[in-house]
Structures are given as structure tokens and as C-alpha cells.
T-cell receptor, first 113, second 115 residues
Framework: QQQVKQSPQSLIVQKGGISIINCAYENTAFDYFPWYQQFPGKGPALLIAIRPDVSEKKEGRFTISFNKSAKQFSLHIMDSQPGDSATYFCAASRRGSARQLTFGSGTQLTVLP | EADIYQTPRYLVIGTGKKITLECSQTMGHDKMYWYQQDPGMELHLIHYSYGVNSTEKGDLSSESTVSRIRTEHFPLTLESARPSHTSQYLC??????????????FGPGTRLTVL
């Protein structure tokens, strides 16, 4: 059972455009929602994260929007750059079970120069 | 940047060999994790540990085993490697005790190929 659904599977945007990746979750016990960025041959790196008590969090060009009632959250990358080309994973965790992360299936982002 | 290390980075071995993938972290984190990931695909949790002498199996069934004798060290062992074990193995750690979020920090991964 996939508890975190991520879309789209791949995304191509022009330099300077906005990249938007969406995730939906099922388990209402989730209380922490990070986004990870992964370059080929590297481990995932934490990009930005949010807790459900806020509806939006912004760090530089990266913004998470969170809709608790709809059980959805999204990553917006403003002014997308070729260096942003990577695979992005949303994830969710809850208390207990060593705070295991449940990952989405990933979005391969390509930013064209 | 997280201080979590994995060795080897790449490993090509023959079927039936015993292998150990090493993972160490210097952040004093109590929790550690092993994930399996095919290239560009979803991460699947195969083992995790709350702390020393604590290990649990993850959601994805795996023939591998783990041990946690020291806080900083979480090796993964395959007693008899098979081609179906070919994948990337990622180690992660999180949480000083009492951390509310459990942010996980990942190592660079070990790319395993079993011939």
C-alpha cells in the first residue's frame, strides 16, 4: 500500500520557470513532511520540510504548500535553474517506529537552459 | 553537510559471496536506517535501529542482516549474494534523543552489482 503518492513522475521546465511537484498522503498520523533532492550517484539530501501546523514554508526559491484537510502538500521551485535538475522525493513520518520515512515514488526534474 | 559515510561506494561480486556494507556516522545520532533503491526509483526501508543492540526489519523484505554494536556503526551483511540483490543501498541516520522531527541524513550509497 503506497501511503504517499507523488506526481508527476517526470517534469521538464524552462530556465526561470516554476516547477511544481505534488504529493498526497493517507495516514493522518503523519506529522512531518520533508522533501529530499537526489542527484545521480548521490544519496538524497534534505531540501526543506514542514509540519502540519503551518500551511506554507519558504526557504529561498523553494516553498512547501501544505493542505491538511486535503492531505496534500506540494513543492514549488521558483526561478528554476539547470542546477536544480535532479530527482525529488516527498516523504512523511510519524511518531514511533523510529520515525520511519515513507517516501513518494520520486519526480525527475529537468530544467532546460 | 551530514557526516555519514558508506564503504565501499561500488562493489561488483560473484554469486554466493558474503559481503558486508559499512555505514558510519559521527553525529551521535541514535537512529540508523538502511534503504534499498533502484536507480531513480523509490526508496524502500529494509532495516532500522533505535540504538545499540536494537534492530528491526523494515517494510521491504530483505535477506540481509544488520547489527548495531556501536552507536556510530550500522553494517549490513548479505551471507550469499545473488543477482536479485543488485541495487543501490543507502544508509541514513537521524535524531539526537528527543528530536521532534527525526530528520534523516543520508550517506552517498553503495552501488552493488552481483554477477
Amino acid at each position: 500500500q503506497q501511503q504517499v503518492k507523488q506526481s508527476p513522475q517526470s517534469l521538464i521546465v524552462q530556465k526561470g520557470g516554476i516547477s511544481i511537484i505534488n504529493c498526497a498522503y493517507e495516514n493522518t498520523a503523519f506529522d512531518y513532511f520533508p522533501w529530499y533532492q537526489q542527484f545521480p550517484g548521490k544519496g538524497p539530501a534534505l531540501l526543506i520540510a514542514i509540519r502540519p501546523d503551518v500551511s506554507e514554508k519558504k526557504e529561498g526559491r523553494f516553498t512547501i504548500s501544505f493542505n491538511k484537510s486535503a492531505k496534500q502538500f506540494s513543492l514549488h521551485i521558483m526561478d528554476s535553474q539547470p542546477g536544480d535538475s535532479a530527482t525529488y522525493f516527498c516523504a512523511a513520518s510519524r511518531r514511533g517506529s523510529a520515525r520511519q520515512l515513507t517516501f513518494g515514488s520520486g519526480t525527475q526534474l529537468t530544467v532546460l537552459p | 553537510e551530514a557526516d555519514i559515510y558508506q564503504t565501499p561506494r561500488y562493489l561488483v561480486i560473484g554469486t554466493g559471496k558474503k559481503i558486508t556494507l559499512e555505514c558510519s556516522q559521527t553525529m551521535g545520532h541514535d537512529k540508523m536506517y538502511w534503504y534499498q533503491q533502484d536507480p531513480g526509483m523509490e526508496l524502500h526501508l529494509i532495516h532500522y535501529s533505535y540504538g545499540v543492540n536494537s534492530t528491526e526489519k523494515g517494510d521491504l523484505s530483505s535477506e540481509s542482516t544488520v547489527s548495531r554494536i556501536r552507536t556510530e556503526h550500522f553494517p549490513l551483511t548479505l551471507e550469499s549474494a545473488r543477482p536479485s540483490h543488485t541495487s543501490q543501498y543507502l544508509c541514513a541516520s537521524s535524531g539526537l534523543a528527543g528530536s521532534r522531527t527525526g530528520t534523516q541524513y543520508f550517506g552517498p550509497g553503495t552501488r552493488l552489482t552481483v554477477l
